[in-house]
């Protein structure tokens, strides 16, 4: 596609429910990668997928958080049993194996009640 | 570790005065340093880049390894260039996580 696709765009759910949050990454872009945008907080990396590679999960808050990414496009971040302090924007972006051309999401904006 | 300090939270510029938006990064290897802006209802995009050395939108920046430093300047503030600045670190030459700044909003007035 022209740019990152990610959906849905807001997601209001309720605390103790799972979501799934989609990213379609630009066509081409081999690597991938999670961010949350909290308020004050700038951005916190999550995770990040590189072609075949090992994903690098080492910015996962705690094991309520996952991620995979099928066929090397698109990506799922799955939070489980979610807490009220959970709620942020989940940002996704994907860049070339160089590392040019990083390009962002519009990002989900999730609230957990 | 690397990490990346933008001291301001809240930068507040009259028009056509001159902009300095701070950071200061840690890493012990050989980083990549971007500057990322957020208009207002917009996405997250790519500012500048230090290896590209170039001016965008009157942007500049430069790579002070001495300092650690790699403030965004520009001569002139518009009232277009209020928005959010990230800056972002990230290992040179091959696609890596970005560690970002807390970032620093720039709100310019007449």
């Known amino acids: 596609g022209a740019g990152v696709s990610q959906s849905p765009s807001n997601k209001v759910t309720e605390k103790g429910k799972d979501v799934e949050l989609r990213c379609d990454p630009i066509?081409?872009?081999?690597?991938l990668y999670w961010y949350r945008q909290s308020l004050g907080q700038g951005l916190e990396f999550l995770i990040y997928?590189?072609?075949?590679?090992?994903?690098?999960k080492s910015g996962l808050p705690s094991d309520r958080f996952s991620a995979e990414r099928t066929g090397g496009s698109v990506s799922t971040l799955t939070i489980q049993r979610t807490q009220q302090e959970d709620s942020a924007v989940y940002l996704c972006?994907?860049?070339?194996?160089?590392?040019?051309?990083?390009?962002f999401g519009s990002g989900t904006r999730l609230t957990v009640v | 570790a690397q990490r990346v300090t933008q001291p301001e939270k809240l930068l507040s510029v009259f028009k056509g005065a001159p902009v300095e938006l701070k950071c200061n990064y840690s890493y012990s290897g050989s980083p990549e340093l971007f500057w990322y802006v957020q208009y207002s209802r917009q996405r997250l995009q790519l500012l500048l880049r230090?290896?590209s050395r170039e001016s965008i939108k009157g942007f500049t920046a430069d790579l002070n390894k001495g300092e650690t430093s790699f403030h965004l300047k520009k001569p002139f503030a518009q009232e277009e260039d209020s928005a959010m600045y990230y800056c972002a670190l990230s290992r040179t030459g091959t696609a890596s996580k970005l560690t970002f700044g807390t970032g620093t909003r720039l709100q310019v007035t007449l």
């Open positions: 997928f590189q072609g075949n590679s090992a994903p690098d």
């Open positions: 230090h290896i």
């Open positions: 066509s081409g872009h081999t690597a």
């Open positions: 972006a994907s860049s070339f194996v160089t590392g040019d051309g990083y390009t």
